[in-house]
Nanobody, 124 residues
Framework: QVQLVESGGGLVQAGGSPRLSCAAS????????MAWFRQAPGKEREFVAGINWSGTSTNYAGSVKGRFTTSRDNARNTVFLQMNSLKPEDTAVYYC?????????????????WGQGTQVTVSS
């Protein structure tokens, strides 16, 4: 079983550039596809970014493309989300998720492993 723990969230000013981390334990995530989702109050959980097992392929939601970058360090069993040029509409709880499937799914139902989430609040 894989346990995921996110960190790095908090209160950030608009335009800020925090980096979220997702540390995995219990099993190596080296061969897992990993992704980031977010959920704002009153809204459904939405896909933010995904990365394949080797880190050579990534995909992003249109709303964050060009501002967010996901990466991974398999030796440290950790995934990252670098967020730049934050906007108030980026305010949400950000979740790390893992999947044993290889294709680049943007659907939350395809991810079996989830962290507890970290709150990111962007002030204007």
């Amino acid at each position: 079983q894989v346990q995921l723990v996110e960190s790095g969230g908090g209160l950030v000013q608009a335009g800020g550039s925090p980096r979220l981390s997702c540390a995995a334990s219990g099993r190596s995530i080296s061969y897992y596809r990993m992704a980031w989702f977010r959920q704002a109050p009153g809204k459904e959980r939405e896909f933010v970014a995904g990365i394949n097992w080797s880190g050579t392929s990534t995909n992003y939601a249109g709303s964050v493309k060009g501002r967010f970058t996901t990466s991974r360090d398999n030796a440290r069993n950790t995934v990252f989300l670098q967020m730049n040029s934050l906007k108030p509409e980026d305010t949400a709880v950000y979740y790390c998720a893992g999947s044993g499937r290889s294709y680049a799914s943007t659907s939350a139902t395809d991810y079996a492993y989830w962290g507890q989430g970290t709150q990111v609040t962007v002030s204007s």
